[in-house]
């Protein structure tokens, strides 16, 4: 069978990048992002289940109806890795920028574009699909729940966009205080959960989404800088360590063994994230370490390093596009027959479950093909255009520091415009059902972003610099 012409382009692409993979890059930070991805993609296929009973489509939790499965979300709930890989290739990118002269407003505007131009896509094509349904006829509460689910993991971007933000001064306090900022960390996140479970206020926790998460990515400057893997007894002291304190938490403590959110459970380890979520995630950084050695000269085949390469190039593809097979596959299987929906955690049920995961995956492949190039970062023209601004000699700190501004407006709002879309999915008021305060408060922060960018370009890069900062870079940007 031929290959077509766009598919053997890629596969040659994947390839040249590939063969010109620098030495110096760690390829074992992408195999873990890649990993990782894999895995929260596969588990929400298994865990998250659409159903069709008398006529209409709902929706079942495999946590909820099989209590013994509730032990494999510690195989499974892996966003700790995405946050320590982050960690590592933020510091990394923010020391080339600096190095290259940029500052603050140039580096973390690149770093939100690449977050959010697939994103924005994303979230318009579920806004306009949701609306479209509604307007058609289709049952409201059917559109709102597959509204919901499609964006559902909307919230680790908003979360993950603070955290970039937050990364020249997190990793100014790493090198000064080291590993004592994540043990301090810890003990705040504690000390929001014990007044959380103190006192039945599920708010006071809220604070951990960012105080946890914030704790990962500490550890992967110090992997970076070696400060984890200077002694053979550190990785082996994260993963022990971690696993012993997870055990005792979840058993002796008050905390639950899932650590994915089970619906009705009255305390959830994800939502917010607890310090038995952080101790899952210290043990998979003790482990990720101690199979770094092996896997590393498995990762210099080259077929090995071109299967890496090509779920990296999709990575945001993959995360925010891999539910919609889930609702896609259950339309097209479930009301024609074609799937039998037998009682879950049945023989026949889990025989099912491999031709499931099947059947995501083929379109899931066919949206990557689609949309992955959306989220390639842009080529930049070699010749200055009409419309771009040029540079102002005049133009001093003052327009950095406003540059500086609007890219932290920008973060903040579209933070708050993506968490707003992620409680209420792309459905809100009105007939259409189109959610407009998170999707206005979204789309003003890519204003700020744009704004930022227009001003930046007409600004000398030697107005806006940052302050150099010591450490070497281990790899190119990830």
């Given at each position: 069978m031929p290959v077509p012409q766009e598919g053997r382009r890629t596969r040659v692409r994947i390839g040249d990048l590939a063969d010109a993979t620098p030495a110096r890059r760690d390829r074992y930070v992408d195999f873990l992002r890649a990993s990782a991805i894999v895995v929260v993609v596969i588990g929400h296929w298994l865990a998250v289940m659409v159903t069709f009973r008398d006529g209409r489509l709902g929706g079942e939790h495999l946590l909820a109806?099989?209590?013994?499965?509730?032990?494999?979300?510690?195989?499974?709930?892996?966003?700790?890795?995405?946050?320590?890989?982050?960690?590592?290739?933020?510091?990394?990118?923010?020391?080339?920028?600096?190095?290259?002269?940029?500052?603050?407003?140039?580096?973390?505007?690149?770093?939100?574009?690449?977050?959010?131009?697939?994103?924005?896509l994303f979230v318009l094509v579920g806004v306009v699909t949701a609306s479209a349904a509604r307007l058609a006829g289709v049952?409201?509460?059917?559109?709102?729940?597959?509204?919901w689910v499609v964006a559902i993991s909307l919230w680790f971007l908003a979360v993950y966009l603070v955290i970039v933000a937050l990364t020249p001064a997190m990793l100014a306090a790493h090198r000064r205080w080291g590993l004592a900022v994540p043990a301090v960390l810890a003990s705040i996140a504690a000390c929001f959960d014990a007044v959380r479970l103190g006192t039945?206020?599920?708010?006071?926790?809220?604070?951990?989404f960012l105080v946890v998460w914030l704790v990962l990515p500490q550890l992967g400057f110090a992997w970076r800088d070696g400060a984890l893997t200077r002694t053979r007894a550190r990785p082996w002291l994260l993963f022990l360590g971690g696993s012993a304190a997870l055990v005792l938490l979840t058993t002796i403590g008050p905390y639950p063994v899932s650590m994915v959110g089970v619906p009705g459970a009255a305390v959830q380890n994800a939502s917010p994230p607890t310090v038995a979520l952080l101790a899952l995630s210290v043990a998979q950084t003790g482990l990720a370490l101690l199979l770094a050695g092996p896997l590393r000269p498995w990762l210099r085949?080259?077929?090995?390093?071109?299967?890496?390469i090509a779920v990296n190039g999709g990575i945001m593809t993959l995360f925010l596009w891999h539910m919609v097979p889930v609702l896609a596959a259950a339309l097209a299987?479930?009301?024609?027959?074609?799937?039998?929906?037998?009682?879950?955690?049945?023989?026949?049920?889990?025989?099912?479950?491999?031709?499931?995961?099947?059947?995501?995956?083929?379109?899931?492949?066919?949206?990557?093909?689609?949309?992955?190039?959306?989220?390639?970062?842009?080529?930049?023209?070699?010749?200055?255009?009409?419309?771009?601004?040029?540079?102002?000699?005049?133009?001093g700190a003052g327009a950095g520091q406003t540059a500086v501004a609007l890219v932290l407006a920008g973060t903040a709002a579209?933070?708050?415009?993506?968490?707003?879309?992620?409680?209420?999915?792309?459905?809100?008021?009105g007939p259409a059902g189109v959610p407009l305060a998170g999707l206005i408060t979204y789309l003003s922060g890519l204003l700020a972003f744009w704004a930022a960018r227009r001003l930046r370009a007409s600004v000398p890069k030697d107005a806006e610099a940052g302050p150099e900062t010591d450490g070497d870079d281990a790899g190119p940007p990830s």
């Open positions: 109806v099989l209590p013994w499965s509730h032990r494999l979300t510690w195989l499974f709930q892996v966003m700790g890795v995405f946050f320590l890989v982050g960690g590592y290739a933020n510091a990394a990118s923010w020391d080339s920028a600096v190095r290259r002269g940029e500052g603050y407003a140039d580096w973390m505007g690149s770093r939100a574009d690449r977050l959010l131009r697939p994103t924005t049952d409201p509460d059917l559109v709102r729940l597959a509204a039945g206020v599920g708010y006071l926790g809220a604070a951990n085949r080259r077929r090995v390093w071109m299967a890496v299987l479930y009301p024609t027959g074609i799937m039998p929906q037998p009682e879950i955690g049945s023989a026949n049920w889990f025989a099912w479950r491999p031709v499931w995961v099947a059947v995501c995956a083929a379109q899931l492949a066919i949206l990557v093909a689609v949309f992955a190039p959306f989220e390639r970062p842009r080529r930049r023209k070699s010749k200055a255009t009409g419309s771009r601004p040029r540079p102002n000699p005049s133009a579209t933070c708050v415009g993506i968490f707003r879309l992620t409680v209420r999915g792309f459905q809100g008021a």
